[in-house]
Nanobody, 124 residues
Framework: QVQLVEFGGGLVQAGGSLRLSCTGSGGSFGMYSMGWFRQGPGKDREFVAALSRSGSVTKYADSVKGRFTISRDNVKNTVYLQMNSLKPEETAVYYC?????????????????WGQGTQVTVSS
């Protein structure tokens, strides 16, 4: 079992950047594929990005391709989400999640462990 804690949320102006971090503890972090999801006000939780266990495969929601980058450092037990050119509609709570799998998956139900989330607010 792995516990996940997100860091790095905050307030940013439209067009700005933020880097989110998610650190895992209590388990073999390197055995998990990792994902980022978000839930905006009044919206369902949605997929943002995923990274395979090896780090060689990434997947992104169409809305963030070219602007967001997911990466990991297994020595630090951390996964990152670099977010550039942020838009006000991307205001949301961002969650990281872990999937005991080698595959980068995009579906909420595939992920066994979740962090508590970090708030990202993008002002216009």
């Amino acid at each position: 079992q792995v516990q996940l804690v997100e860091f790095g949320g905050g307030l940013v102006q439209a067009g700005g950047s933020l880097r989110l971090s998610c650190t895992g503890s209590g388990g073999s972090f390197g055995m998990y594929s990792m994902g980022w999801f978000r839930q905006g006000p009044g919206k369902d939780r949605e997929f943002v990005a995923a990274l395979s266990r090896s780090g060689s495969v990434t997947k992104y929601a169409d809305s963030v391709k070219g602007r967001f980058t997911i990466s990991r450092d297994n020595v630090k037990n951390t996964v990152y989400l670099q977010m550039n050119s942020l838009k006000p509609e991307e205001t949301a709570v961002y969650y990281c999640a872990a999937d005991y799998s080698i595959i980068a998956r995009t579906t909420i139900i595939d992920y066994e462990y979740w962090g508590q989330g970090t708030q990202v607010t993008v002002s216009s």
